[in-house]
């Protein structure tokens, strides 16, 4: 797509999502949009059939490896990410709202055991989020629900902004004991206001996740020269 088109269909993303808004459905533009894209991926900005750049560049940074430990992409759209955790060697789970994303990224990766689930971000499954207070074993290794590695990009930027606060503590939620939170964002200044949709996120709304015991151990800013438009890169880990 040229970048008029790119922009186009973000622009189409923000009209459908006040559209929905008016009717007071919060998350049903997301199905909506995939579902005029019709199969092709080309109508969707953010789907490439490619794992995010940043966390790529991230992962491979860090030398990134699951040896078989539990992933939850959040919001998948079409699974790219999902199959980048899986073939790093994570056992991955990973959902999205729209079942029309859901399905495609079933069709897109069935050659793989990636559990693909249609599913509320606020109302998950029990075994996906963790206890707040695990019980103590002598090995330290049991869990009481929750992943080991938890991915989410771009998925908290697209919420309304009243509700980023209810968005981040359920993410937190899905965090195992011990397991580890990389978000990837736009980023924001703590004063500056977001003009549209996506709205950017800021180092004061990134700080709520340590409410949850999630402690930052990496914080990475990245200029992007596309849209002019910093990107937060983010690891954590539940710490208690």
Not at 115 to 122: A, C, G, P, Q, T
Request: glycine share 8%; hydrophobic share 40%; with cysteine.
């Amino acid at each position: 797509m040229t970048d008029d088109a790119v922009e186009a269909r973000r622009a189409r993303a923000r009209a459908l999502a006040a559209e929905f808004a008016e009717r007071g459905d919060t998350f049903g533009w997301f199905d909506a949009f995939y579902k005029e894209a019709e199969g092709d991926n080309g109508q969707i900005p953010w789907a490439d059939l490619e794992p995010n750049a940043y966390f790529r560049s991230w992962a491979e940074d860090v030398g990134l490896t699951g040896n078989g430990r539990t992933a939850l992409v959040v919001g998948c759209g079409l699974g790219d990410d999902a199959l980048y955790l899986h073939d790093l060697g994570f056992e991955v789970t990973a959902f999205d709202i729209s079942p029309t994303a859901v399905e495609w990224a079933k069709k897109l990766h069935a050659a793989t055991d990636i559990k693909f689930e249609v599913m509320d971000l606020f109302e998950p499954p029990t075994s996906w989020v963790a206890s707040k207070n695990p019980p103590a074993t002598a090995g330290g290794t049991d869990k009481a629900g929750g992943f080991d590695f938890v991915l989410e990009i771009y998925t908290i930027q697209p919420l309304p902004m009243e509700m980023r606060e209810r968005v981040v503590d359920s993410i937190a939620a899905f965090v195992a004991d011990n397991g580890e939170l990389v978000v990837v964002t736009r980023g924001r200044e703590d004063d500056e206001q977001p003009e549209q949709l996506p709205w950017p996120l800021s180092r004061k709304d990134l700080s709520r996740f340590e409410t949850h015991g999630l402690k930052p151990v990496d914080f990475r800013e990245i200029s992007d020269t596309e849209d002019e438009q910093n990107r937060f890169v983010v690891h954590y880990r539940k710490t208690f």
